[in-house]
């Protein structure tokens, strides 16, 4: 006979059993991407090809390579929104061809995702000097082919960027056919990265011009090779030294180990870089700068309470010297995170990943205009300190990936008032006890795109979703199949709609309004009949 005490592990254990299928049922599925590698119609085995997952802060990617009969079959691929492209050298990719994306589900298959290649063609030169001589480990940049949108592919891949070797000779190869432009040399914004150097070449396109309209057009042709492309360096970008000193604004001390950084002006933006440190005499130094509007400004630290007035200048013809940085006792906000409509037992696990980030309006350009941002602690508190006088306003950003949602600030409180156009901060002022309160915008939209009479490459369009009564929209890009996904929205009413790029861009007539709701997904369907697209 069985006893009690055995029938009773025996139902413990297939409970467990049955806990255990149970959880084996909720598991992710994966799904499968396969597809095949042509050249001229025939199969190229060989290839390694690539899904690589977009949107994340991890480098994930699945890999497989093309067989004898050039298919490939990449598994166990968990949901997400995908990049395929081949990885191919001797062989060039063309059009839409070149990168695929891919929005991946549960447990699918997606067959035919085809690329297609071709010989690659190839252009090599020499780079010289004035005298004649080699420039060795040069960087040579080629851009086109011409009047297509490929270039912009070619630099999210890295393509077709090589250096010389040491007799100034260069090879590029695996190029598709088409015309192109090639140039040696630094540009003045690269220059200004390159502040350790004094000198070095201007950026000159072949033969010999430093103005992009007047470059000789090198034709490549499938296969082919253009030879004697070759690049004769003349003028040098000439650099200045810039120094100055961070002292104490009360006492005019010197203030050594400071961090400091430096800010170039354009007509369209700033280019920025820091992380230097004053010497023990509160010292620094900028060697090679090429003449332009710049200023010397405090590097943000979460560990200062230090803030300075950004120091502007100019440098024309000549070196400059005695630039001066104040340092000041900064202003300083803590307060804490709250969460409103979220677990919030689950929401304080994502506090490691939480940033707050304030913006300064300080009245001046928006080129001058700080932008500081700590790390929030553990239990949800945070503190920003080194601030200048302004009026900041607040945005919270949490780690990318699909296992870390998303927040949005929902409102700030002080005092048990919501604030509602930020909160005023004068020099050294100390502000405390703020609410940050934040929500999860847990929302999304997925769709598709069907086009009725007659067929057309959706890489050229885009998807726009604005909320309805607010001027920004979100956008997102169509896959291989003509699908889209949006997560991370707001509870709302929504507008989807497309648009081309660079045909030249113009809404098209496929606008639909969608209802999102937490923790849903609203599915729609836009159609985009061409006799309407071109009438």
């Given at each position: 006979m069985i006893s009690s005490t055995f029938r009773a592990s025996l139902l413990i254990l297939a409970l467990c059993l049955a806990v255990s299928a149970q959880d084996q049922d909720k598991k992710t599925q994966t799904s499968t991407i396969s597809g095949k590698v042509t050249m001229l119609g025939r199969a190229v085995p060989g290839v390694v090809v690539v899904a690589r997952l977009i949107q994340s802060r991890r480098s994930v990617r699945f890999v497989d390579k093309t067989d004898s009969v050039g298919n490939y079959r990449i598994t166990n691929v968990p949901p997400g929104t995908y990049e395929i492209v081949p990885s191919v050298t001797q062989y060039a990719l063309t059009g839409p061809d070149m990168i695929k994306s891919l929005i991946v589900g549960e447990g699918e298959t997606y067959d035919a995702i085809d690329f297609t290649v071709l010989r690659g063609g190839v252009i090599t030169g020499r780079v010289t000097d004035s005298e004649g001589k080699p420039i060795v480990d040069e960087e040579i940049v080629i851009s086109g082919p011409e009047g297509t949108a490929y270039q912009e592919t070619v630099a999210r891949l890295g393509l077709f960027r090589t250096t010389t070797d040491d007799r100034g000779i260069y090879r590029v190869f695996g190029l598709p056919p088409g015309k192109y432009t090639v140039a040696a040399g630094t540009n003045e914004e690269q220059f200004f990265l390159r502040v350790y150097s004094r000198f070095t070449y201007k950026r000159t396109f072949h033969p010999s011009t430093t103005e992009a309209a007047k470059a000789t057009l090198i034709e490549v042709t499938e296969g082919g090779e253009a030879t004697n492309i070759d690049i004769a360096l003349r003028r040098r970008l000439v650099g200045y030294t810039v120094t100055g000193r961070v002292v104490d604004a009360a006492s005019g001390n010197p203030q050594p180990n400071i961090r400091y950084s430096l800010t170039k002006y354009r007509e369209n933006g700033w280019t920025s870089h820091g992380g230097m440190l004053t010497d023990a005499q509160g010292g620094f130094v900028f060697d090679g700068l090429p003449p332009g509007k710049y200023a010397v400004s405090l590097a943000r630290s979460i560990d200062s309470d230090n803030y300075a007035e950004p120091v502007p200048f100019e440098v024309v013809d000549r070196d400059l010297e005695g630039l001066t940085l104040k340092l000041t006792e900064g202003g300083i906000i803590s307060g804490s995170i709250v969460f409103e409509g979220v677990d919030e037992r689950v929401a304080r696990t994502k506090f490691p990943n939480m940033t707050v980030i304030s913006f300064i309006d300080t009245n001046r350009p928006i080129t001058e205009q700080a932008s500081p941002s700590t790390p929030?602690?553990?239990?949800?508190?945070?503190?920003?300190?080194?601030?200048?006088?302004?009026?900041?306003?607040?945005?919270?950003?949490?780690?990318?990936?699909?296992?870390?949602?998303?927040?949005?600030?929902?409102?700030?409180?002080?005092?048990?008032?919501?604030?509602?156009?930020?909160?005023?901060?004068?020099?050294?002022?100390?502000?405390?006890?703020?609410?940050?309160?934040?929500?999860?915008?847990?929302?999304?939209?997925?769709?598709?795109?069907?086009?009725?009479?007659?067929?057309?490459?959706?890489?050229?369009?885009?998807?726009?979703?604005?909320?309805?009564?607010?001027?920004?929209?979100?956008?997102?890009?169509?896959?291989?199949?003509?699908?889209?996904?949006?997560?991370?929205?707001?509870?709302?009413?929504?507008?989807?709609?497309?648009?081309?790029?660079?045909?030249?861009?113009?809404?098209?007539?496929?606008?639909?309004?969608?209802?999102?709701?937490?923790?849903?997904?609203s599915e729609v369907v836009l159609t985009l009949d061409l006799k309407d697209f071109y009438p």
């Open positions: 929030v602690n553990a239990d949800g508190t945070f503190r920003l300190a080194g601030l200048g006088s302004g009026v900041v306003r607040f945005s919270i950003m949490t780690g990318v990936g699909e296992s870390t949602p998303e927040f949005e600030l929902a409102r700030v409180e002080r005092g048990g008032e919501i604030v509602a156009r930020g909160i005023e901060i004068k020099e050294g002022q100390k502000i405390s006890g703020l609410r940050l309160v934040v929500r999860n915008p847990s929302g999304s939209i997925r769709g598709e795109l069907r086009i009725q009479n007659g067929q057309m490459q959706t890489d050229g369009m885009i998807v726009l979703v604005r909320r309805v009564g607010q001027e920004s929209s979100l956008s997102a890009n169509l896959d291989a199949r003509g699908r889209f996904q949006l997560s991370g929205l707001a509870a709302g009413v929504y507008e989807v709609s497309l648009m081309t790029v660079g045909r030249p861009s113009r809404v098209v007539p496929a606008v639909k309004e969608v209802v999102v709701t937490d923790n849903q997904t």
